[in-house]
């Protein structure tokens, strides 16, 4: 896979899951065998652990959009910062919805093989998600 098609496939992930709001298409976009190395709290690091953590995350954040900033690629992998934007409109790692307007960067890596992701491994800024929403250093409720 060239690193173009990886770029287009990571693109169609976003767009797909997150955009479109089809985390059913994980099913097909995740390999059987996937492992998420960073699971979010609770979260399994099997592909139905990712779908349904998503699903959480797009609950809480119905209006989410995102950007990807900057990418790098080398191989079979795939290196992201990509920005999210959203209001809390939903319980989220604990946290009641507050009706804020959030923004956090994620840095996702991706690797892929035979047109599917078999691993990924994202570092969320948890400290200043949380701040945004008030229930964190620097945040006030």
Same mark, same amino acid.
């Given at each position: 896979?060239?690193?173009?098609?990886?770029r287009?496939?990571?693109?169609?992930?976003?767009?797909?899951?997150?955009?479109?709001?089809?985390?059913?298409?994980?099913?097909?976009?995740?390999?059987?065998?996937?492992?998420?190395?960073?699971? #979010?709290?609770?979260?399994?690091?099997?592909r139905?652990?990712?779908?349904?953590?998503?699903?959480?995350?797009?609950?809480?954040?119905?209006?989410?959009?995102l950007?990807?900033?900057?990418?790098?690629?080398?191989?079979?992998?795939?290196?992201?910062?990509?920005?999210?934007?959203g209001?809390?409109?939903?319980?989220?790692?604990?946290?009641?919805?507050?009706?804020?307007?959030?923004t956090?960067?994620?840095?996702?890596?991706?690797?892929?093989?035979?047109?599917?992701?078999?691993?990924?491994?994202?570092?969320?800024?948890? #400290?200043?998600?949380?701040a945004?929403?008030?229930?964190?250093?620097?945040?006030?409720?």
């Amino acid at each position: 896979m060239s690193a173009e098609e990886l770029r287009k496939a990571n693109a169609h992930f976003y767009d797909e899951v997150f955009r479109r709001r089809n985390v059913d298409a994980i099913d097909d976009l995740l390999s059987d065998d996937f492992v998420e190395h960073i699971p #979010g709290p609770g979260q399994q690091t099997d592909r139905q652990g990712t779908k349904e953590f998503i699903k959480n995350v797009l609950d809480a954040f119905p209006d989410m959009d995102l950007e990807i900033e900057h990418d790098v690629v080398e191989g079979d992998t795939i290196a992201s910062v990509v920005r999210f934007t959203g209001t809390h409109e939903g319980e989220f790692a604990g946290v009641p919805a507050t009706g804020r307007r959030v923004t956090v960067y994620v840095t996702d890596f991706g690797r892929m093989r035979d047109g599917r992701w078999t691993d990924h491994w994202g570092l969320v800024d948890v #400290g200043g998600l949380m701040a945004q929403l008030g229930a964190g250093p620097g945040g006030t409720r």
